[in-house]
């Protein structure tokens, strides 16, 4: 073998075995920034999460047209980074016919103040099935009127 062909052989060699080397490694990088999040926590009032929920997000100036959309974690979670828009952001959640809205007032100066959006006091409540018996009372009273005076009139 020639001095040339030895050297090519052990360029193609050391080729070899430092290429694949280069190709399997590879490293971790992160980027890490701050940003203004907000973090939605979404459940009925007997506290099971409204899981894989629908989020509907409105910017503070265009209360009428979504900004964005997301969905719920299985736990009934969202967590999000605003635009850089400052004034109230409005979160819409809505599942299976229940939803709610809460409003996050966000400033320049102060973080994120959220005002929540909570289920029915018992005094709304009460309030509500009062006022379906009442209907229901109401309707049975006229339907049972209509009849009587069907029976009268033959």
């Not at 926590?41 to 979504?66: C, E, K, L, R």
């Not at 952001?89 to 929540?116: I, K, L, N, Y």
């Not at 509500?128 to 209509?146: K, S």
Request: proline fraction near 4%.
């Amino acid at each position: 073998m020639t001095s040339h062909s030895r050297l090519a052989a052990l360029a193609i060699c050391a080729a070899g075995c430092f290429t694949p080397l280069v190709a399997l490694s590879h490293a971790a990088l992160i980027e890490a920034e701050t940003a203004q999040a907000v973090r939605l926590h979404a459940f009925y009032d007997t506290g099971a999460p409204m899981s894989h929920a629908q989020v509907i997000i409105y910017a503070p100036d265009n209360p009428v047209s979504a900004w964005g959309q997301g969905v719920t974690d299985r736990d009934g979670r969202l967590e999000f980074v605003l635009g850089p828009e400052t004034g109230r952001w409005s979160f819409q959640v809505r599942q299976s016919g229940h939803g709610a809205m809460v409003h996050v007032d966000v400033t320049d100066e102060a973080p994120v103040v959220v005002a929540t959006g909570g289920a029915q006091s018992w005094g709304q409540r009460l309030l509500m099935v009062a006022l379906v018996a009442w209907g229901a009372l109401g309707t049975a009273l006229f339907a049972l009127a209509r009849r009587k005076g069907r029976d009268a009139s033959a």
